[in-house]
Nanobody, 123 residues
Framework: QVQMVESGGGLVQAGGSLRLSCAAS????????MAWFRQAPGKEREFVAA????????NYAGSVKGRFTISRDNAKNTVYLQMNSLKPEDTAVYRC????????????????WGQGTQVTVSS
């Protein structure tokens, strides 16, 4: 398994930007698809974005497409989530995940999870 620590969350006004980072341990980081999920109070865990281990291709939830960008630096064992044009509905705890999922947006396919970082967007 991969151990991960997220950072970069905080309080921002609507329309602002944040960049989340997820630093992972281990020498096999490059062999895992990395993803970001989020969960708001009283809501189900929601897929946000993912980047594949083999070709670096990406997937996004419709609600964040065009505003968020996922990227990875395998040399630094880190995955990023650049979030622009933030909206109050983006408020949630954001967690990064690592795995080799059959379905890239299904949280059950990810074996390793970080603790999460809080993102709060004020209106």
């Amino acid at each position: 398994q991969v151990q991960m620590v997220e950072s970069g969350g905080g309080l921002v006004q609507a329309g602002g930007s944040l960049r989340l980072s997820c630093a992972a341990s281990g020498r096999t980081f490059g062999l895992y698809t990395m993803a970001w999920f989020r969960q708001a109070p009283g809501k189900e865990r929601e897929f946000v974005a993912a980047i594949r281990w083999n070709d670096g291709s990406t997937n996004y939830a419709g609600s964040v497409k065009g505003r968020f960008t996922i990227s990875r630096d395998n040399a630094k064992n880190t995955v990023y989530l650049q979030m622009n044009s933030l909206k109050p509905e983006d408020t949630a705890v954001y967690r990064c995940a690592a795995g080799r999922p059959l379905s890239i947006d299904a949280y059950a396919g990810y074996a390793s999870w970080g603790q999460g970082t809080q993102v709060t967007v004020s209106s």
